[in-house]
């Protein structure tokens, strides 16, 4: 039954995302095609506004890959399709996995497909040469490889982006415990949801810099940190946020086995 619930829950949210990919994409080829012609007034002209419908289309797959699953979350729970959902043979914990396993690869591929657009447009033989050299000395500054902090950034931005949707299912699973205002009161829920955690983490990273000087040269300088310093930071953040995101799902399960109501 899970593969059934993932089927229509990646159908649904895939409808637009498919069409929002396909556009970036041929918007990133035309305008790397257009950066191969001589810089005329008019190419300059396109140039510069498909580079910014580009941007704006990539920020719109993420917009939307967010809005898609909370939207998904809202109307399989607590909307018109609830009547059925809430008649399938299926435990409560069996749809919020679904719901969090489509949310992990519809960003995966989001992730993918804006990656690769940037790739089209911005990847030649030059500026590929900086970024490797970029990433090279970055990974030497940390006393690692450059596949090692490949992984560690991927999952850095993986669990920001994961908890982010989770602060979602929280505000929306609360607020709709509400009797009004329903709408509102997830928004602000889900906004607090997100931003106590990371205040947290903020104010445990001051607290490590009060014992270790220099993680605190971190708040009192630009220059002049260790490495160290930084991936203690990294580190903290990373478990920290990893934390966070396994508590959502246990919240989120406790409060889905109370029962929801059903606008």
Not at 59 to 70: G, P, Q, S
Not at 223 to 239: N, P
Not at 240 to 261: P, Q
Request: glycine share 4%.
């Amino acid at each position: 039954m899970l593969k059934k619930l993932l089927k229509y829950d990646l159908k649904w949210c895939y409808k637009p995302l498919i069409v929002f990919y396909i556009l970036a994409l041929i918007l990133a080829v035309f305008t790397r095609i257009i950066e191969q012609f001589e810089k005329g007034l008019i190419f300059l002209i396109l140039d510069k506004i498909c580079s910014g419908v580009l941007i704006a289309m990539l920020i719109n797959i993420l917009i939307n890959n967010f809005i898609r699953i909370w939207v998904r979350f809202i109307r399989n729970l607590y909307k018109d399709e609830s009547y059925l959902t809430h008649t399938l043979p299926v435990s409560k914990n069996r749809i919020y996995v679904s719901k969090i396993v489509t949310t992990i690869i519809t960003m995966f591929t989001s992730a993918i497909v804006i990656i690769a657009c940037l790739a089209i447009v911005c990847v030649r033989k030059d500026t590929w040469d900086v970024l490797k050299a970029s990433m090279e000395q970055t990974a030497l500054y940390f006393e690692s490889s450059v596949s090692s902090l490949l992984i560690v950034i991927i999952i850095t931005i993986f669990c920001q982006m994961l908890f982010a949707i989770f602060s979602g299912f929280m505000g929306i699973m609360i607020g709709h415990r509400a009797n009004n205002w329903k709408l509102i009161k997830s928004i602000l829920i889900g906004f607090l949801c997100y931003i106590i955690p990371s205040m947290v983490t903020f104010g445990v990273i001051y607290g490590i810099g009060m014992v270790n000087p220099e993680v605190m040269k971190l708040f009192t300088t630009v220059s002049g940190f260790s490495t160290e310093a930084l991936k203690t930071i990294l580190f903290t953040g990373i478990v920290m946020y990893i934390l966070y995101d396994i508590l959502y799902y246990i919240i989120g399960r406790k409060i889905l086995e109370k029962g929801v109501n059903v606008d």
